[in-house]
């Protein structure tokens, strides 16, 4: 019988969409188990379909969250340690920490703390500008704009990432020159996203940029959750404020736990 405790590791694309995942989960799925804890195990969950620009469309980023929130709560319902949203989107981050209890960490929030703690200005470097604006907006609303860079932006697609592993040369050098241009804007650290180009830069041994550091946004969530799930078990984590009673709290995950259509 497998007595590790697990962590559910939700995404905001499909996993049936090769494009995007054949590639990228397997050298998440090869990291995660290197940095994680020996007592964890982790599962990897998408969501139903990719929904078009979900990096950056706030109507995919609708159709997303509810799919994901849903997932949360059957996480803490079959009893997984925590929860990571590796998808740099942000999708449930209000709604899980309204909804659940158990731990939930959020892969951009992780970053962007931990960047201004270690360098104290940064900038994404990110595979679009659509997604980088995206992360730009959360990191305002996470109190951080003072320590906001301006980062930088390739005019990719997940579904270039293939052609990408297979001859990484040519986009290592076009990211090395966006990342300076970053540097020169005053960036003391650098967040790739989403996670695939966290994953080709980790695969790639590309760490850093003349001595800027790159962060490993999906090793760090990694470790956040197991930060959380032993603060919890200690009695040290409180969770956050309670906004309406549990009668609606119960109904609220009800509602969420109806499949889409």
Do not use: C
């Not at 604006?133 to 906001?148: N, S, V, W």
């Amino acid at each position: 019988m497998n007595s590790k405790r697990k962590i559910w590791l939700q995404s905001s694309s499909s996993d049936s969409d090769a494009a995007i995942w054949s590639v990228y989960q397997q050298a998440a799925r090869r990291h995660a188990r290197t940095l994680l804890s020996p007592q964890y195990d982790f599962e990897f969950h998408g969501v139903s379909r990719t929904y078009p620009a979900v990096d950056y469309s706030d109507s995919s980023f609708h159709l997303a969250t509810r799919e994901v929130v849903r997932n949360a709560i059957l996480a803490e319902q079959s009893e997984y340690a925590g929860f990571v949203n590796v998808s740099t989107n942000e999708t449930g981050h209000r709604e899980i920490r309204e909804l659940t209890d158990f731990p939930a960490v959020f892969i951009t929030e992780a970053a962007v703390h931990l960047a201004a703690q270690i360098g104290g200005t940064f900038a994404f470097l990110t595979h679009n500008s659509g997604s980088r604006l995206r992360m730009e907006a959360f990191t305002r609303q996470y109190g951080l704009e003072d320590q906001l860079v301006e980062g930088a932006s390739m005019n990719l697609t997940y579904h270039d990432f293939a052609a990408m592993y297979a001859n990484p040369a040519p986009a290592l050098e076009s990211f090395k020159v966006l990342a300076r241009k970053a540097i020169a804007r005053g960036a003391r650290v650098l967040i790739p996203a989403g996670g695939p180009l966290n994953m080709f830069f980790i695969e790639n041994n590309f760490r850093d940029v003349d001595g800027v550091p790159l962060l490993d946004i999906l090793g760090l969530a990694l470790k956040e959750v197991e930060t959380q799930i032993a603060l919890r078990d200690s009695g040290m984590l409180v969770r956050g404020p309670i906004v309406f009673s549990t009668e609606w709290k119960q109904k609220l995950r009800e509602l969420f736990l109806v499949p889409p259509p």
